[in-house]
Each structure stands twice: as C-alpha cells, then as structure tokens.
C-alpha cells in the first residue's frame, strides 16, 4: 500500500474539522456569534465525504461488493448533511432543543435513514468464512450489544434519578444505536475475506464509529454544553473526516494486491467489553459501601486474571501456530520450487518441452489461434567443441534473455533440449508469425556477450499454423518437419509448413531408413575417376566416388542420396567406410603395382564430417593402419564446407598438419571468397565443371577460367579443371595454363576392376619399353 497523500479532499476535510473545533471553543467560554455558524463545516464536511465515497465506488479495479458499499455511505453522508442542515435551522428557533440533542421530524428521519443505511450496508459485507466464523460474528456484535445496553441503561436511570430525563433519552438512544455500529465494525475489521474491501480502510470505520459513539452518547452526558451548541458540531465532521480518510485508502488499495493477512489470535471485542463493564461495577459499586465495593473488586480482579491466563495459552497457541505456518510457508516454497523445475529448463529458465506441450494442448483445446516455431541453432556445436561447454551454456542463457524480451505478452518460449528452442505464438497466423520472428532474427543477429566472447547466433526455424481439430504432437511435428527443411536450404532461414515439404519429408525417412539398411548390408560400391596430366592424358591421381546400386529402386545417384544423408547424419558412417575403404584399395594397388599404382587418392569430405571430433585423428589412424603416406591422400572439401571457419577449418588444418593434400573441390560455385585461399590450407583448386562447359570463344567463362589459373600460379597451387567432354576443351585449357583436368573426354568414373585392367596395361606397356 502506498503512503498516504494529500489530496484536495483530504486537505478541505482537515481545514473544515479543525474549523469546526475552533468555532465551538470560541463560543464555548462566551457567546460570540449566532450558534448556527458552528454548523457550517460539518455540512461542508458531510458533503465533502458524499462526494468522495462517490468518487471511490467508481474507482476502476474496485470490488463489485466494495463498490455497493461506498455507495450507500454517500447517501448517508448525504442524510446527514440535511440532518445538520436541520439542526442549524432549529438552533435559529429553538437553541435549547439543540442543546438537548432534540430534533425535529425532518430532522430525526434523515438521521435515522442514514444509520439505517450505514448498519445496513455493513450488515450486507460478506464474511467470507463458514458457520463458526458467522457464529463469532454474532456473539461479538451480542457482546458489545449488550454492554452498551448496560451503560445506556445506567445513565438513563441516573439522570432520571437527577431529574434530568429529557436531556438524557435521546443521547442514551444515540449511543446505543452507534454503539451498535462500533460493533459492527469492529467485528468485521476482526473477520477475513470481506469483499474487497482494505483492512485499512475498515479501521477507519471502526474509528469513525468510535468518534460518533463518543461525541454523540458520551460527550453530552459528561459535558454541559452552553444553550446553543451541540458536541455533534465538532464530531459529526470527526465521523466524516475518518471516512474521507478510509475512502482515500480504498480507492489507493483498488486493482492492489493485498499483502497475506496476519492472523488474528483472538477478537479483542468481548475483552474490551467485559473490562468496560467491570470499571462500571466499580463506580456503581463505590456507591453503594465497602463491602459491594470489596466483592466488586475481588470480581473485577478475578476477570482479570482469567483473561491474563487466556492470553498467556493464547499466545503460547500464537506461537505455535506461528511456528506451524512457519513451516507451511517453507513447504511450499519447496513445493512451488519443485513445480517450477518439473515445468522449466534449470539452465535458461525457459519453460521445458512439458510445460510446452501442456500448453500448446491448452491452446489448442481452447479453440485460439496458435503457431508454433522451432528454432535451431546453426553451429551450436562448433562453440562448445571450440569454446568449452561453460561459454555454451552461456552462450543460450543469452539466447533466452534474447527471446524473453522480444516476444510479445502472452508468448512462451522453451528449450525443447540442447540447442532447441520452441516457440508458442497465440493469435497469429503463420504470415504473421515470420514478421515477428523476422524481427527476433534481426535482434538475434546482434553480438551476443557469452564467456567473455562476443558471439553470433543464426537459427533454422520452422513454423507451423494449428487447424481445428490439431494436437499439439501433430502441430510440433509439422513444425520440426518446416525447420529441418529451413536447415537444408542454409543456416539463418525460415520455412512454413505446406504439403510440399511434407511429400519431401516422408521421402526423405524412407530413403533415410534405406540408407541405413543399406550400409549395414554392404550395398555401397565405390568408383574411381581418373585425374590425368595435360596434354598427354597420362593418369596423375583418382578421385574416389560412392555408388548406390538399390536393390529395388535400382541405381540412386549421389546428388540424391547424399544430401539426405546429411540431413540424418548417416553421412559420418558413410564417410568413415568410403575414406577406409579407398585407402585398403590403394594399398592392394600400390601391392600389386609398386611405382605404377595411382600417386594421389584424392576422397571427398563432407562439412559435417569435419565438425564431428577426432576427425583429424581417424584420418590417421585410417593411413597407419592401412599402410598409405599421408601425402598421398587428397581430402577435397567445398568452399561451402569450411567458409564460416570454426570447428572445421580447425579439423581442415589439423588433417593438413599429417601431410594430408587438401583440394577445394568444385571452387567458384559456393562463397567464392578469394579469402579462404589465406585461411585454408589448400594445395589443389578444382574448376567448377561450369566454368569449363562454354569455355570456348569469347564468354565470361573463359575469363574466369583464365583468372583461376593465374591465381593458383601466383600461389603456387594446383588446379584442376572438372568437367572436361570434348578435346578442344582440353587443348583450349592447357593453352590457358591448366596442367591438369578430369572429364568424360578422358574417363568415366571406373570400377576397381576396371582401374586395375588399366594400371596392368600400362605396367606391361611400361615394361615392353623398358625391354625395347
């Protein structure tokens, strides 16, 4: 709850209190102007709280029931306002009858509609507890009942005793009625779970009813007010400035939310009511001899003690209880703990794969528009492989501070599990749904702090839109069918999910599945396309190349089932048996032939390959264990493979560091970055086969294909030019400077049999010249 601050109504209504109390003292000691001035700041007042219960029942956020409530005291404060007009009116004609608390009929009906309004009102606020807590509403309201019945009876018999009946009813009816409404309030500040209504703002009630329990019953029974003047002057506008003041921290209090309540060990209502009816004993009693006042005591004393004993069990019970909530409030902020890690990831705090599918359900069941997005993070691995796992897991804490503040209310985003994130976007459709996640992109795009590292993060998100009728599982698997096709066009990509990518999907497992039979089962065969020297022809190398001959589906080329083989990581197996497989090939031929076994074996690598770790080892274990040099194996990588650097230009380097030979395989057609010849530790440039086709005449081909030649010249690379069909393609490349190609026009790729039938003729060709 806020401090309280003044306000306009709040400074009028002290103004007019303290205006009130002046103008009374002054005409107290001596007369000095016409009575009915003592009245003004108590209409004043009254209106101003009128106006200001008015204001607070129509405070947005405010309780339904509160609202009633402020309602009917603007209309009782309105009564009184008429009721004090009333009485001005009569201190005119009649200044005894003021003085006497007499009033006349208009007068009186206002004043008593407005109790009426007030205790109804009160009567109405909900309790908010079960049949006991209705019991000890009423045995309080009882208690206090029947204590000022006693003190309303005692002064009535008294003052009739005096001879002075007339002064005494009305006061004594006065304090009995707003005794009543002390009660009221009191017992209800004492419940909880009153209707929206503050505690607060109850005590100022209860305040209020005090006031006017004072001012109205005791105060003229005490005080012998000049002929003219009434106590209400000065306590009619007290009642109403509590209640301006309550009204204030009501309408501060709406739309909060309340604190936890303390718990109340006892109600202090029948306490306070027993000890005022004991210290009236003992003035009646004082009386009446020694010997009622003696009994009288000893009675008052034993109350007493009985309720210092109450309060002793009461607060060693408090301190209990005390202690039992104590406990309560651990056990379930150990509860609410664990709920937290069942539903979050520990690491970023995102929501975990179950809380998001939970919820996805719920959307869904819910009938409100939803799509989902999965998101990938490109290289992920390359950091942890090159950072450490700590800067990793930095680097998706930050990921997910990135996430949390650029989705909208209402979004959830989750790890799903490693670098995976998942994204639930109510309301929107899949159009949509990429402008947000477009500019995600963007604010993802900025450098992300990680470990002391300054990090780029790019993802492979795919969205998919719910139907009626989808279930979260469907909706999710769609979604991650949309990413993995995002993946394959690139890294930093979206796609959205249609029919098209699901036909491509489904054909994707199933070749995927028969990729793996078909590895386990030997299916794969490999080729050897020969490398030749120019002009002659003369074989200088092979390059290895993978066959699949299905046994059902027949031949599938690699352009078909070597991307697929990327996609589901089956191309690391792949690799490893090509890369073993054509070494133990080597070594048969180097057996079989000695000098005349091919010189160079150059085995393509893919980028995925490369980031798996101990790649570099594998390639060495491979060259011991099968007996080759390693600067007889040419690893040939495409640009596209090791352009980012990372993890695989570190694999590059190391593969290198053996004495590997390293190609860059159909160079020009990926990044083209003349860059990569300073970072990659290339020996050989091979030509794009589509450099070579039109490289006759005049084209922008035969320009390319002749600056190729003279950068690798300048630094001392090989080149090779792929693609090579015709005969005038051969001369017109080796008049450009290429010393060495591969081609249709000098081979097609040829099975070990068949390279072995040609490396034995040309062993018996070689020895005929020898003899000769």
Known sequence: MARLHLTPLLALGAFLQVTAMVLYAVNASEPRFSPVWGWVPGIALTGVTAVACWQTAGTPGLDRVAARLWRSISWCAALVALGNAGDARQSLIDPERVTQQQHDLPTTICYVLAVGIVVWALLRLPLGGNRSTTTRFMLDALTIGVTVSIFAWYFTVRAIDGGDAQRTTVPMLMLAVLGLIVALAMVKVAMTGMGGLEHGTLRWFAA????????????????????????????????????????????????????PSRRRLFSVVPYAAVAATDGLLLWVSSDSGRVVLVVATAASLLTALVAVRQFGALRDNGRLLNRVDQQLTQLNRYQDELTHRATHDVLTGLANRYLFEESAQKLLAAGA??????????????????????????????????????????????????????????????????????????????????GGH???????????????????????????????????????????????LERTHEADQQLGADLRRALDAGEFTLVYQPIVALPDGRWTGLETLVRWP???????????????????????????????????????????????????????????????????DEVRDALEDVGVRPDRLVVEVTETAVF???????TLVAISALGVRVALDDFGTGHSSLGLLR?????????????????????????????????TEGLHLWAVAEGVETAAQADLLHELGYRFAQGYHFSRPLPPAEVRSRLAESELARSSVVRN
């Open 208 to 259: 209020a009813a005090i006031v006017g329990t004072v001012g109205g019953g005791l105060f003229p029974l005490v005080v012998q007010a000049p002929v003219g003047l009434s106590g209400s002057q000065m306590f009619v506008p007290a009642t109403m400035l509590c209640v301006v003041l309550g009204a204030d921290r009501q309408r501060r209090a709406a739309g909060v939310r309340p604190g």
């Open 369 to 450: 528009p939803l799509c989902v997005a999965l998101v990938d993070l490109d290289d992920f691995k390359a950091i942890n492989d090159r950072l450490g796992h700590a800067v990793g897991d930095a680097f998706l804490v930050a990921i997910a501070e990135r996430l949390r503040g650029s989705l909208r209310e209402g979004d959830l985003a989750a790890r799903l599990g490693g670098d995976e994130f998942g994204l639930l976007l109510p309301g929107l459709t899949s159009a949509e749904a990429l402008a947000l996640l477009s500019r995600l992109d963007e604010t993802m795009s900025r450098p992300l702090p990680a």
């Open 454 to 500: 300054e990090l780029l993060a790019r993802a492979s998100i795919g969205v998919a839109e719910a139907w009626p009728g989808a279930t979260a599982a469907e909706v999710q698997r769609r979604a991650d069918v949309a990413m993995y096709s995002a993946k394959d066009r690139g890294k930093g990509r979206f796609a959205v999910y249609d029919a098209a």
């Open 550 to 616: 299905h046994p059902e589906r027949g031949p599938i080329g690699p352009d078909t089932f070597i991307p697929i083989a990327e996609r589901t990581g089956l191309i690391v197996p792949l690799g490893s048996w090509i890369l073993r497989t054509a070494l133990e090939q080597l070594a048969a031929w180097d057996t079989e032939f000695g000098e005349g076994s091919p010189r160079h074996l150059g085995v393509n690598v893919s980028a995925r390959q490369l980031r798996e770790p101990g790649f570099a």
């Open 644 to 650: 980012d650097g990372g993890v695989a230009l570190d």
């Open 679 to 711: 970072t990659v530790p290339a020996d050989t440039l091979k030509v794009d086969k589509s450099f070579v086709a039109d490289i006759g005449g005049r084209s922008e081909e035969a320009v390319i294909a002749s600056a190729m030649i003279q950068i």
